[in-house]
């Protein structure tokens, strides 16, 4: 997609980015709209796409961070071309997404990797070291102060104060949620008895919209703690834990979490339909691999979009964003693709029609 910035066009109703790109359509000199709702996990790498995109020329895609359920919903009504996903769509609404498509499957094309911190704000520790199970305790109310001797045998020498626990967790749907509760049912089983779902199961804890929203709420809470999109927890300036997964602590960098992307498998090898393999992922336990990693798709008609001019748009779109969009990724708490990765993905966007 050869794309030039036309503007940002902000939306009423939502927080989010409306990213304003220009995409260039087979060439041609008309311009195409090619819009895309939901993930907020997404929302930062679509603003910056849409720069790194901004003298390519071209038609207009417009994308808004309003939360991966509300993504879902407009994708199948047809109100928007794609939707933005942090979770694949259920089997209800794989059905749905096909009618939508003109009886053509939907795909998932995970173009964005983005890793989980959990960040907190806790005065006078600046080198939390966390386990699954204990992450899982603290957000489900078994464990509810700093000083618990399972976060101190976790942190020798820490000056952990006697101070209550404040978990905070996202209040909408959301495919963060829901990836976060799958990570904890494989890396934790024991502690975590409740099933993923993009509505938060844990025990207690204070609620917030969205990641700007749980984002602002640890900021401005002493004690607090969320698990939120690594970009948003460095805009904030929130401590982030290291986790010990069964290999070490490992902290979370640009390294470590490629590390892990490096590991990704799909579910079902040689289909476009891209569907990582979460459970997978999320039981890693390899040696400096930071595996608490977010993919979120871009939910796409396989074919069927009713302008001709749509999915043309679309692969020139991604596939600039391939080439051109990856550096300064890492700045904004994302992991930019490997060459590796992006060879896999490579294929779905050229079949798209």
Request: glycine letters at 12%; proline letters at 5%.
């Given at each position: 997609?050869?794309?030039?910035r ?7 109703a ?18 195409t ?7 907020t ?17 071209g ?12 993504g879902?919903?407009?994708?199948l009504?047809?109100?928007?071309d ?13 059905t749905k997404?096909k009618a ?9 094309l ?7 911190a959990?960040?907190?704000n806790?005065?006078g ?16 109310s078994?464990?509810?102060m ?5 976060i101190?045998?976790?942190n020798?020498?820490?000056k ?10 996202r ?29 938060f ?14 984002g602002d ?7 607090a703690?969320?698990y939120v999109?690594?970009g ?13 997964f ?6 979370l ?13 799909f ?8 569907v990582v393999?979460a ?7 390899a040696?400096g ?14 074919a ?41 993905i ?7 029609k």
């Amino acid at each position: 997609m050869n794309i030039q910035r036309k503007g940002v066009r902000a939306s009423a109703a939502v927080a989010g980015v409306a990213a304003v790109m220009a995409v260039s359509a087979c060439g041609g000199s008309g311009s195409t709209t090619i819009t895309g709702e939901g993930s907020t996990a997404q929302q930062k790498a679509m603003e910056h796409f849409s720069k790194v995109l901004t003298d390519k020329g071209g038609a207009v895609l417009d994308y808004t961070g309003s939360g991966s359920g509300d993504g879902i919903k407009k994708f199948l009504a047809g109100d928007v071309d794609f939707a933005g996903s942090d979770s694949p769509l259920k089997d209800e609404e794989v059905t749905k997404a096909k009618a939508r498509c003109g009886g053509n499957d939907a795909w998932h094309l995970p173009l964005v990797a983005g890793p989980v911190a959990l960040a907190y704000n806790l005065e006078g520790v600046d080198d939390l070291k966390l386990s699954p199970t204990v992450i899982a305790k603290i957000f489900d109310s078994k464990i509810t102060m700093w000083n618990d001797k399972d976060i101190a045998a976790l942190n020798p020498g820490a000056k952990l104060p006697a101070a209550k626990i404040v978990p905070v967790h996202r209040s909408d749907s959301s495919g963060t949620t829901d990836n976060f509760q799958k990570f904890l049912q494989n890396a934790a089983p024991q502690a975590w008895p409740h099933q993923h779902s993009k509505e938060f199961k844990g025990a207690g804890g204070s609620a917030a919209s969205k990641s700007t929203g749980v984002g602002d709420t640890v900021k401005k809470t002493a004690g607090a703690v969320t698990y939120v999109e690594w970009g948003f927890a460095t805009e904030n300036n929130l401590g982030v834990a290291a986790v010990d997964f069964g290999a070490g602590a490992v902290k979370l960098t640009a390294d470590s979490a490629a590390k892990a992307l490096d590991g990704i498998e799909f579910k079902t090898p040689g289909s476009k339909d891209l569907v990582v393999d979460a459970d997978a992922l999320f039981k890693s336990k390899a040696p400096g691999a930071y595996p608490l990693i977010l993919t979120p798709y871009s939910v796409v008609c396989s074919a069927g979009y009713s302008s001709a001019k749509t999915a043309p748009a679309m692969r020139e779109a991604f596939t600039t964003i391939l080439n051109d969009g990856q550096t300064g990724l890492g700045e904004l708490g994302y992991v930019p693709l490997p060459a590796g990765y992006q060879a896999k993905i490579k294929p779905t966007i050229d079949a798209l029609k």
